[in-house]
């Protein structure tokens, strides 16, 4: 878990200390990297195995060598090395994919700063110290006693705006109540969330203005000269739209993850293969003409994955989970299963919103449809006999499903 502040550094010589501390974090990242590369079982020989150990040696060692380098700070730079290390754990565990040289042109830069220390000056301003510039003023917007218990912090530069993310222990979760209430949560395109007793909810997005000067930006962006100062400016305006983009939706995933942890005790969502479900369309080679390619609904695929993208499906399950009890659940069928008796065919969803069971007659919407699924498939997966819920889920689901019947 993190807070999230913004930091507002001096212009002048507090501001290039900052920028310094990006440009060696990125730096040491990047050569202790390229040092790792190099090891290889053939070449184990020449050389005892490349370790965070023995890459902090190497750069007390190439500090006392290098002026530049002495300047910066050691924090700093073995922070970067730790990072580094924590990427090749990530990659031998296969969380992620092997590290990538990090680039000045990217859109964020950062560095750690151990044995935090912070300081505040009035109700909305604090102050924490960091090497080399000194105290770094930002703006508090959290409770100052969740800052103080943080104990290393990121300062972190991303579309020109720098923030410092603390790292604090996870606010405990709200567990299953008295009046225990499980609510199924569909993650859907047209509804970004619908729940199982018929709300829902818009994931924000571009006003209709702001999406046509995004795209015109975009042109703009494609026919301007690599490396010129006016191909920089549009980056700089398409990095600011993002931004206001990302903290709206930001706002948005924070507020109604809060609503449904407060409404109801526990959650039920599908376990969804988002990575899986958003890659790009597979070419479709013409068997007639070889090196020719028949349409394979490209432009159609990735509008869906955009859409998919937009309505934070992944970070919004994430939220929820740090703020109560949530139970994954098998995806498959959700959308074309009936709630009231379990007929399941494609034709029993009519269109997007409509659903219409074949078996039944039982019609609803099929959002909130396939929440009632989801949230059914939660109570088959955690009520057991001595299950965590017992029997006061069983409760109330008599509960739920009555107030279903009567829709
Ligand atoms: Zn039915």
Redesign the pocket.
Same mark, same amino acid.
């Given at each position: 878990m993190s807070i999230v502040q913004r930091v507002y550094p001096a212009e002048g010589a507090q501001l290039d200390a900052l920028t310094m501390h990006c440009d060696h974090a990125r730096y040491v990242y990047n050569l202790g990297l390229e040092q790792r590369s190099w090891w290889t079982p053939s070449r184990r020989h020449f050389r005892q195995k490349i370790t965070a150990a023995s890459q902090m040696r190497d750069l007390t060692e190439a500090r006392r060598e290098f002026d530049w380098l002495r300047a910066g700070s050691t924090v700093v730079q073995q922070g970067a090395l730790r990072d580094l290390d924590r990427a090749f754990t990530n990659f031998f565990a296969r969380r992620s994919g092997y590290p990538t040289f990090k680039k000045r042109s990217g859109s964020r830069q950062g560095f750690v700063v151990r044995d935090l220390v912070v300081r505040r000056i009035n109700r909305k301003w604090g102050e924490i110290l960091v090497p080399k510039a000194g105290w770094v003023r930002f703006r508090i917007s959290r409770a100052w006693t969740d800052i103080c218990a943080a104990s290393s912090a990121r300062i972190a530069l991303a579309n020109g705006r720098w923030t410092v993310s603390l790292t604090t222990t996870p606010v405990p979760r709200r567990e299953a109540s008295t009046t225990a209430v499980v609510v199924g949560i569909d993650r859907g395109v047209a509804n970004s969330v619908a729940t199982s007793d018929g709300r829902m909810f818009h994931a924000p997005g571009f006003s209709a203005g702001e999406q046509v000067r995004f795209v015109a930006l975009q042109r703009q962006l494609s026919r301007q000269q690599k490396g010129s100062a006016n191909l920089d400016r549009t980056k700089a305006k398409l990095g600011r739209m993002r931004l206001r983009l990302a903290d709206r939706r930001g706002d948005w995933i924070e507020q109604t993850t809060t609503v449904l942890a407060n409404t109801y005790s526990g959650a039920a969502v599908e376990n969804l293969p988002i990575r899986n479900m958003t890659r790009r369309a597979k070419p479709k080679p013409d068997p007639d003409n070889p090196g020719v390619f028949l349409p394979n609904g490209g432009r159609a695929k990735s509008g869906l994955n955009r859409a998919i993208l937009a309505s934070c499906w992944g970070k919004f399950a994430q939220r929820l989970d740090h703020k109560m009890s949530v139970i994954a659940v098998p995806a498959a069928y959700t959308s074309q299963e @009936?709630? $009231?008796? #379990?007929?399941i065919c494609p034709e $029993?969803r009519e269109s997007q919103a409509v659903f219409r @069971?074949? #078996? @039944? #007659?039982?019609e609803h919407h099929a959002d909130t449809n396939a929440a009632i699924n989801i949230r059914d498939r939660g109570f088959d997966l955690e009520y057991q006999p001595g299950g965590i819920l017992g029997d006061r889920v069983c409760q109330s689901r008599k509960r739920a499903a009555s107030t279903v019947s009567v829709v």
């Open positions: @009936c709630s $009231n008796c #379990g007929h $029993n @069971c074949r #078996g @039944c #007659g039982f």
